[in-house]
């Protein structure tokens, strides 16, 4: 039986929504799309609360009588964002509960509800608990939990994925204000990664590059799993913002500019106009010189911030090498034309590559946490417990 997952994700232009099953360890879409919400966030925190409420609650039920689709939106997986995002090593042992020493369902909710309930070591809220491997008595190693075996106690080594407790709540608060029900949160970063790594070609450690229309997120990847990340305030909307100021047009315009150009090194014999505008002087027109010149400037900064937020991340984990990574960038700015020479162009990775999705009706790269999400909630158990506080050894993955 296919288990089907609503994806819910708000991001700082649209609320997106994915309705899908994993079967054959791939993502099958039934229904996305996205809903706009310009300008409601800011860095991933929200700006207007009630009216991101209003937006979630207008948008429920999804009605689309072309497609014949009457979605609910509920019981959800709630997308968040990787600002602040710690990630946590785990190892927590439990006696096992039955006299017949068989490890049952109830045990590996038990070790589950003992590491969420442990005070973390910084002050963030837990969001996820992703099982890596289990032990047990005779020393024998598991990937999954090792229902039905024998054994006086049983070992889990998982990660812990904590964001800061505002970006939580805040999430949490708007969703529940649209009386949209969460059965699970995800970190976006992880979501995507955990895709990724569905692909036979995606290689064990990388980058993962998120280009937003407002910030990006940079992720290391190790032996396929997500170990850190990094935020920094630049997106898609930066360069059509300088567009905006510096040809004198509206934002529309300037945003269907940039998709349609990009940044064009073509040598041409003639000077392209890429719009014209009316001044007192009557209509002027702007060329494609001026254009690439504005998104150049652009992602000179945005390449600054790259290489910062990779320095601190290669610090952290000791990477000497790190231009031997590669590069792999999702989210919309990554479709940018004329972004993958430019930071070809600067000689500092081996490998540098925009990616899409590879789910049909999923193909476009703003879409990788949603499928993510499903896949996770197909892959991974939903740990989430209210049971008390019990006190477990949690330490910082390193």
Not at 5 to 33: M, N, P, Q
Not at 334 to 361: D, Q, W
């Amino acid at each position: 039986m296919k288990r089907k997952t609503i994806a819910l994700e708000i991001s700082h232009k649209f609320i997106k929504v994915a309705a899908g099953f994993v079967r054959d360890d791939k993502v099958y879409l039934d229904f996305t799309k996205k809903i706009p919400i310009n300008h409601l966030l800011e860095n991933g925190a929200i700006k207007e609360k009630d009216a991101l409420i209003r937006e979630l609650s207008r948008m429920n039920p999804i009605v689309d009588q072309e497609y014949l689709i009457n979605l609910l939106v509920n019981n959800v997986s709630l997308i968040l964002p990787p600002y602040g995002l710690e990630v946590y090593q785990t190892h927590q042992m439990t006696s096992v509960i039955s006299s017949e020493k068989i490890i049952n369902e109830l045990d590996i909710k038990n070790i589950y509800s003992i590491i969420r309930n442990k005070k973390l070591p910084v002050d963030n809220d837990l969001i996820d608990i992703i099982p890596e491997a289990f032990s047990i008595d005779n020393g024998n190693m598991y990937a999954q939990a090792p229902i039905g075996k024998t054994s006086s106690a049983i070992t889990a080594y998982t990660k812990v994925y904590t964001v800061p407790k505002r970006i939580n709540q805040e999430y949490s608060d708007v969703v529940k204000g649209a009386n949209i029900q969460v059965n699970r949160k995800i970190v976006s970063s992880f979501a995507a990664s955990e895709l990724l790594s569905t692909y036979s070609d995606t290689p064990a450690n990388y980058f993962l590059v998120d280009i937003g229309s407002a910030s990006t997120s940079v992720s290391l990847i190790g032996n396929k799993t997500l170990l850190a990340s990094r935020s920094f305030p630049w997106g898609g909307d930066n360069i059509t913002d300088r567009i905006v100021s510096s040809f004198n047009i509206n934002e529309v315009e300037a945003e269907k500019i940039k998709i349609m150009f990009g940044l064009d090194k073509r040598q041409l014999k003639f000077k392209y106009a890429v719009c014209t505008f009316e001044s007192e002087a009557g209509s002027s027109e702007h060329y494609v010189e001026e254009l690439n010149q504005i998104i150049e400037t652009e992602l000179a900064e945005f390449y600054k911030k790259l290489l910062i937020a990779i320095e601190e991340l290669a610090r952290a984990y000791s990477i000497n090498d790190y231009q031997t990574l590669p590069l792999l960038l999702i989210g919309g700015g990554s479709k940018l034309k004329g972004i993958i020479p430019y930071l070809v162009s600067k000689n500092e990775f081996n490998t540098i590559e925009a990616l899409s999705p590879r789910s049909i009706g999923g193909r476009d790269p703003s879409l990788f946490a949603l499928l993510g999400a499903i896949y996770i909630n197909h892959k991974y158990p939903n740990t989430k417990s209210g049971d008390k506080q019990i006190n477990v050894n949690v330490s910082r993955e390193e």
